[in-house]
């Protein structure tokens, strides 16, 4: 069974610190993405990776940068956290495209993050 | 700018009825959609998807139609019971690209 593991379940941070939020997964997968779930909003794309140390922007990489230095690990980096950064965080994993249809994406249960 | 969206934020449906749960997209290059379902503090996971050269498929309980013309599909869950109230989420992308688009979510609570 694909397990994708966040490090954190709830994140608080004060404006303008540095913040990581971690995210692993155990089934050698060669793609990792970072969504961010807000209200009315649905999932939004932050980063795509796609091997160790490829990436490309999603549609709201401002603010983001992202760091895969081993194919299990991504990280998503907020440089200077924002009050507008105060979300939902969901990291997932998945095969290259035609490998698992039936499952294409498997999430991490998520970092509820908090910028004061 | 919305490329996939549903009306419904919200919806009850009694237990043993249909729910039905519908997107629209605007973006025509999108050939492959699929539905994701999550909990509370749990990640989406995956429900059932369909490709456009298909109008139907279905999994147990779970049926997804998919109109091209009119860029809507929707989820049909027959009979809804307790345990399918989430948040439901579709998806679209162009076949061969990983990056899914979603979008807003359905929140679903089935009535006992």
């Known amino acids: 069974d694909v397990k994708v593991t966040q490090s954190s379940r709830y994140l608080v941070k004060r404006t303008g610190e540095k913040v990581f939020l971690e995210c692993v997964q155990d089934?050698?997968?060669?793609?990792m993405f970072w969504y961010r779930q807000d209200p009315g909003l649905g999932l939004r794309l932050i980063y795509f990776?796609?091997?160790?140390?490829?990436?490309e922007k999603g549609d709201i990489p401002e603010g983001y940068s992202v760091s895969r230095e081993k194919k299990e690990r991504f990280s998503l980096i907020l440089e200077s956290a924002s009050t507008n950064q105060t979300s939902m965080y969901l990291c997932?994993?998945?095969?290259?495209?035609?490998?698992?249809?039936?499952?294409?994406?498997?999430f991490g249960n998520g970092t509820r993050l908090t910028v004061t | 700018d919305q490329q996939v969206k549903q009306n419904s934020p919200s919806l009850s449906v009694q237990e043993g009825r249909i729910s039905i749960l519908n997107c629209d997209y605007t973006?025509?290059?999108?050939?492959?959609f699929l539905w994701y379902k999550k909990y509370p503090a749990e990640g989406p996971t995956f429900l059932i998807s369909?490709?456009?050269?298909?109008d139907k498929n279905e999994d147990g309980r779970f049926t997804v139609f998919l109109n091209k013309s009119a860029k809507h599909l929707s989820l049909h869950i027959v009979p809804s019971q307790p345990g399918d109230s989430a948040v439901y989420f579709c998806?679209?992308?162009?076949?061969?690209?990983?990056?899914?688009?979603f979008g807003t979510g359905t929140r679903l609570t089935i009535i006992p």
């Open positions: 998806a679209a992308t162009p076949f061969g690209n990983e990056k899914l688009t």
């Open positions: 997932a994993s998945s095969l290259p495209w035609g490998f698992d249809l039936n499952s294409p994406l498997h």
């Open positions: 369909i490709s456009s050269i298909k």
């Open positions: 089934m050698d997968h060669e793609n």
């Open positions: 973006n025509s290059m999108f050939d492959y």
């Open positions: 990776s796609y091997d160790v140390k490829m990436k």
